[in-house]
């Protein structure tokens, strides 16, 4: 399962989308995280919960010319551009 850690926002500034940390958060990383439209998805499914397969899954739903091993290779860099804030399968185990 794929989870944002507590603390990091999603804010839109006009046509960017920024995730901010607020609180602690914000003391561990002084920073923010630039997204496009597609990182914003992204995001707002992470921050309910979801696995990869899932988020796969409604990737191609959303962009029907999509194709699969595309959608998992930017899946996966994506989740390594944020992954100062994402949970650790530890954290939530």
């Not at 850690?5 to 630039?34: C, H, S, T, W």
């Not at 998992?72 to 992954?83: N, P, Q, R, V």
Request: glycine fraction near 8%; include cysteine; proline fraction near 1%.
């Amino acid at each position: 399962m794929i989870r944002a850690k507590k603390g990091f926002i999603l804010r839109r500034l006009g046509q960017e989308y920024m995730v901010v940390p607020v609180g602690e958060a914000g003391r561990d990383f002084n920073g923010m995280l630039r997204l496009n439209e597609t990182g914003a998805f992204y995001w707002r499914e992470i921050e309910k919960g979801i696995t990869k397969e899932q988020l796969i899954e409604k990737m191609l739903e959303r962009y029907e010319e999509l194709d699969k091993d595309i959608a998992c290779k930017d899946l996966e860099e994506f989740l390594e551009e944020i992954k100062v804030a994402l949970e650790s399968e530890d954290e939530h185990s």
